[in-house]
């Protein structure tokens, strides 16, 4: 009999040569040697799908499956789960599996069908009636609408107007749990910050984040520990673990498994984004394209990407490439914005989500929020307030000083101040902020008065660290400090040079 390496190698080169049945067959001697390993009948499925053979596909799959319960992998088994129910519908015994993860038991209607995601019936994202101050008219016919659409003063329980220098049109949104934020400064260790910016660090960066690729709980367990466990682990993943039953029921019903072969593209630099996707397994590139192509990162299991386009309507940013073989799931916006129109307070789990993705990104790539060491990202997320602006409010005057350290989640401000120093009377746009961008920290740092207004350009989301929080941080950690300097000194050599935007605050 040949060892588990040479059945391996010998798998990889049926495959090369596109051997079905040799691959088959040392599938079916993988498996046996390794009864244990859920991706030798997932492999198996595949093969047997592109043999149009779909009962054999259907029993591969439900070998996986069993494995993937026992382990807890929960991810894996939410992707074989509607891999079969989309060979089967209604499945009953898939159904009774996507039931374990359930929180707190399925609800009432977990048995009730679901439309694909491609072909929803006319009125799937039609809410039930919910009150003059919950969902907005017009929800259900602008079901494809970006996220940022929603006027979140009209569905977040508890939205309210916040005293801005003055100013009207600022909505401060209560997104997190009545616990959730501390207000003490979180204890950061800026031992491990490096000055470097450049894509390695990136990478480690988001590597740190990622849990383990051995998720494996053990096998056999009973069918209530087996729920338990995939609940366990379904808990600790971000989105998923933060819903209510019946949302969590819809999510986990209405999200798609996307497979990719290595070197297969998901999408490319500049297409429509729509969908928001989670690593199964395998591993993806993000790849900036240009005069030369570069290599951002390697996702793997876990790992999220494509919230910027679930928020607004920007193109991708960066072309998605599978590595090796890979499984995604895939949540469509539609999806997100049928779960906030049938549960309005599901937004407040979904804006959690996004804030910690998009802080997250920049802490990963953005030189202030380097300084951050891995493991507190989640503290420093937490202290920042999320900020709803009307168009053609004034979130920073000039002349004051700012309330906070701000950051762009959607929308777009103008920058708007005096044409020179001998025309204060004569305002001209300075600048444009838009996603991403950062402001106000400088002008907290050094005591610099802004040189202009900040205006909202139509309805803006941002973040905002308000000075008090910014302060204590920046008290608990000198090095801080001298690292805001030396932005500060960098932007004014920018702005020296005559480059546009330099005056960022």
């Not at 994202?125 to 259900?140: F, I, K, M, Q």
């Not at 969590?248 to 429509?272: K, N, S, Y």
């Not at 570069?294 to 999220?304: D, S, T, Y």
């Not at 409010?393 to 920058?415: C, F, H, M, N, T």
């Amino acid at each position: 009999m040949p060892s588990v390496e040479q059945l391996k190698q010998r798998l990889a080169q049926h495959l090369k040569a596109k051997r079905i049945d040799g691959a088959l067959n040392a599938l079916s001697l993988l498996e046996r040697e390794e009864p244990g390993e859920s991706a030798w009948p997932r492999r198996t499925a595949r093969l047997l799908r592109a043999q149009a053979d779909t009962k054999g596909e259907l029993v591969a799959l439900r070998r996986a499956l069993e494995l993937q319960v026992d382990q807890g992998l929960v991810l894996e088994a939410i992707a074989s789960c509607q891999t079969i129910l989309e060979l089967a519908p209604e499945d009953p015994r898939t159904v009774e599996t996507l039931d374990l993860l359930y929180m707190d038991g399925p609800p009432v209607d977990a048995a009730a069908p679901s439309a694909p995601p491609e072909a929803p019936p006319a009125n799937s994202t039609t809410p039930p009636a919910l009150g003059p101050s919950s969902v907005p008219s017009g929800w259900g016919e602008a079901s494809d609408e970006p996220l940022d659409s929603l006027i979140l003063t009209d569905v977040v329980p508890g939205a309210r107007a916040v005293a801005n220098d003055g100013a009207a049109g600022v909505s401060e949104i209560p997104i997190d749990l009545e616990d959730a934020v501390d207000e003490s400064a979180p204890d950061l260790h800026l031992d491990q910050w490096s000055s470097s910016n450049d894509l390695r660090d990136i990478a480690a960066a988001q590597a740190a984040c990622l849990p383990p690729a051995d998720a494996a709980k053990g096998s056999g367990a009973a069918r209530g520990d087996r729920g338990a466990s995939l609940r366990s682990e379904l808990a600790n993943i971000p989105l998923f673990g933060d819903l209510d039953p019946a949302s969590l029921h819809t999510l986990i019903r209405r999200v798609r498994a996307v497979t990719l072969e290595p070197g297969q593209v998901l999408f490319r630099q500049g297409d429509p984004a729509n969908s928001l996707y989670v690593v199964v397994e395998g591993a993806v590139v993000p790849i900036a394209e240009g005069d030369r192509r570069r290599k951002l990162a390697v996702l793997e299991r876990g790992a999220f990407f494509g919230e910027i386009g679930l928020m607004t309507k920007q193109p991708r940013n960066a072309t998605i490439e599978a590595l090796v073989e890979t499984k995604l799931l895939a949540i469509d916006r539609r999806l997100l914005r049928q779960l906030i129109g049938d549960a309005p307070s599901v937004a407040k789990s979904i804006l959690r989500f996004l804030r910690a993705r998009l802080i997250d990104r920049q802490i990963r790539t953005n030189l202030f929020f380097s300084a951050f060491a891995h493991g507190e990202r989640a503290a420093v997320a937490k202290q920042f307030r999320f900020l709803e602006v009307e168009d053609g409010a004034k979130l920073i005057e000039r002349g004051r000083a700012p309330e906070g350290l701000y950051v762009v989640l959607s929308g777009e401000l103008d920058v708007v101040g005096p044409a020179s120093p001998y025309e204060q009377d004569v305002d001209k746009e300075l600048a444009s902020l838009g996603l991403g961008d950062v402001f106000g920290g400088l002008s907290l740092i050094d005591g610099r008065l802004p040189p202009g207004d900040v205006v909202a350009r139509g309805k803006c989301w941002l973040v905002v660290l308000h000075e008090g929080r910014f302060r204590r941080i920046l008290e608990a950690n000198p090095r801080l400090d001298r690292i805001l300097r030396r932005i500060a000194q960098e932007v004014a050599e920018s702005s020296a040079s005559g480059q546009e935007g330099a005056v960022l605050l």
